[in-house]
């Protein structure tokens, strides 16, 4: 048989005082008795992740096989239109490809949203963005970083390579590379099509 240890005077005053200065041993009473009846308490709050783009520029003489029969295409099509979609079809090109536009001075907007990129944001987040500008998308901050880069290829006329890292999104780090090609036709309107490789 187990001799029960006695409550001391000093102990027990606080435990039946809830005023004065031991009133911050109630919380750590309370967490060790629950602690003691098996329960394990809430989980520890989590800090919002903040999303994080790393972006690295890669020479467009490391791009892939496939990525070069883009740099055909792109060459071959010095605007953006039809006969370019016909082509990213029939050489199986087109899921690869995130496709955007700006008409009459607007900001660019998806149009198409290839496989890839339905993998790491979803179908119900591509089928939400078709028709808005990528600016407003949910990932604001990876939106923000990679918009510098879709000016680029759009104003610089020449594709731009890279390897991208994203953190912070509910999911883990994405890796991915993307070559982007631009279409300036004056400055009403612009045209960007995103090669994915993930």
């Given amino acids: 048989m187990t001799d029960a240890l006695p409550i001391t005077p000093s102990l027990a005053a606080p435990l039946k005082n809830r005023s004065g200065k ?74 690869r490809c995130v496709i955007l536009t700006a008409r009459d001075g607007g900001p660019l907007c998806f149009r198409y949203i290839g496989e890839p990129t339905r993998r790491v944001f979803g179908d119900r987040w591509a089928d939400q963005n078709i028709g808005k500008p990528h600016l407003e998308d949910v990932h604001g901050a990876y939106a923000q970083a990679i918009d510098a880069q879709y000016r680029e290829a759009v104003e610089g006329g020449e594709p731009v390579y890279n390897h991208l890292v994203i953190t912070g999104l509910p999911r883990p780090p994405v890796n991915y590379r993307h070559l982007l090609f631009g279409w300036s036709l004056g400055h009403r309107r612009q045209a960007l099509l995103a090669l994915i490789d993930s």
């Fill in 22 to 95: 031991h009133r911050g041993a109630w919380p750590f009473a309370r967490g060790l008795v629950n602690i003691l009846r098996g329960g394990r308490g809430g989980p520890p709050p989590q800090q919002p992740a903040e999303t994080q783009v790393d972006i690295h520029r890669q020479p467009l003489r490391t791009a892939l096989d496939w990525h070069q029969d883009m740099v055909a295409l792109w060459r071959r099509h010095p605007t953006f239109g039809p006969g370019l979609h016909d082509d990213l079809k029939s050489t199986g090109l087109l899921p």
